[in-house]
């Protein structure tokens, strides 16, 4: 896996991030990260995302992986 192309919208606290390639753009939503693809994440795509954010729930659903914000016992 590589860092997504320099295209890619990224919110400002997420561009050292590393980002399946095939991501198309993240969002963020409250305090959450939403990372949209035009076709579907693969499990490695997945995993990827998973392993930058350790504390937080990370979930896919073919074309989204969502970076759920961190329950407050966790912050």
Not at 40 to 47: A, N, V
Not at 65 to 75: D, E, G, M, Q, S
Request: charged share 20%; proline share 7%; aromatic share 8%.
């Amino acid at each position: 896996m590589q860092n997504v192309s320099e295209g890619v919208r990224l919110p400002q606290e997420l561009t050292d991030a590393l980002w399946p390639a095939v991501t198309h753009e993240v969002t963020a939503i409250g305090d959450a990260w939403v990372a949209t693809t035009a076709g579907d994440f693969g499990i490695d795509d997945f995993h990827l995302v998973r392993r930058q954010f350790p504390g937080r729930h990370v979930t896919l659903d073919g074309d989204v992986i969502t970076v759920w914000p961190r329950t407050p016992a966790l912050r």
